[in-house]
């Protein structure tokens, strides 16, 4: 649990690459691991494809990126909870790449589209919300990132208290002491603009998770940017009661709990 809980905590979105090129162990241990269903399966039963794409052949590039060489793009069908799904199959993948001393950074926005949509092969009824560059970060960042990283406060999070509640929105939850550090790597999950857009309500000892909108993130090109986020923190949620020796059921079953006319529910999770 430590381990993965300190690769989480420690895991930096990389925006700075140092242009070498992943080694050649590296590079298969990546392909090997897209290679396998189970690595980028999710527990919506949406299929996520990843496709790696080499910067120079293809002419791709971002203007809060320097140094990359290689890319990954994630593709996905339009359908119901495809972006809760592509956040949690993205993520796995991330978590992977950095036990490897390999940087990544979720890019939404920040590129020529339809260029990366090009070489991806993204196809009719297809998404492609998010891309990443996969390299060995640099030792020294760019100004311009350092000042990115500071705007969003990237190395803050919300304070639980604010992020969990204990049977309906807005009364504080405490976890107990075999799952607080779960709750930990949910909280330290990363998120666009560093928003935190997950509420988890605990109730009846279901786990609820909703999604807390701000405009802005949602339109039909990407998906619900947001929604990948709270995809992001099932992962993490998944991840954590797993090394707990445990498995976690995830449906889809508004228990009808009252919430906030900007918030949405999303999943319930029911350790088993």
């Given amino acids: 649990m430590n381990e993965l809980l300190d690769t989480i905590k420690s895991r930096k979105s990389v925006r700075t690459f140092d242009e070498t090129p992943l080694s050649d162990q590296h590079m298969s241990d990546i392909k090997e691991y897209l290679s396998n269903s189970e690595n980028t399966s999710n527990p919506f039963g949406i299929p996520v494809e990843f496709v790696l794409l080499d910067a120079k052949e293809h002419g791709l590039s971002s203007p809060v990126l320097s140094g990359e060489s290689l890319y990954v793009a994630g593709k996905v069908g339009k359908k119901p909870y495809a972006d809760v799904a592509f956040g949690y199959s993205f993520e796995k993948l991330v978590l992977h790449a950095w036990t490897l001393g390999i940087g990544t950074v979720w890019i939404g926005g920040t590129m ?161």
């Avoid at 990366?116 to 297809?126: I, L, S, W």
């Avoid at 049977?167 to 603009?193: I, L, N």
Wanted: overall charge negative.
């Fill in 112 to 272: 020529k589209r339809e260029v990366f949509e090009t070489a991806a092969g993204v196809r009719d009824g297809e998404m492609m919300p998010c891309v990443s560059p996969l390299g060995y970060p640099s030792k020294k960042r760019s100004i311009k990132e350092s000042m990115m990283r500071k705007g969003i406060r990237a190395d803050s999070r919300i304070s639980g208290d604010r992020l969990f509640f204990d049977g309906e929105w807005g009364k504080a939850y405490t976890p107990a002491d075999d799952m607080a550090d779960v709750f930990e790597m949910v909280r330290w999950a990363p998120s666009a603009v560093n928003k935190q857009p997950w509420r988890i309500i605990v109730k009846d000892g279901i786990y609820h998770f909703y999604e807390k909108k701000d405009k802005g993130y949602d339109n039909e090109v990407t998906g619900d940017l947001q929604k990948i986020d709270v995809g992001i923190a099932i992962c993490h949620f998944l991840l954590g009661v797993k090394e707990l020796g445990r498995n976690a059921k995830v449906t889809v079953s508004d228990p009808g709990i009252e919430i906030p006319e900007d918030s949405e529910y999303i999943a319930s999770l029911t350790i088993e």
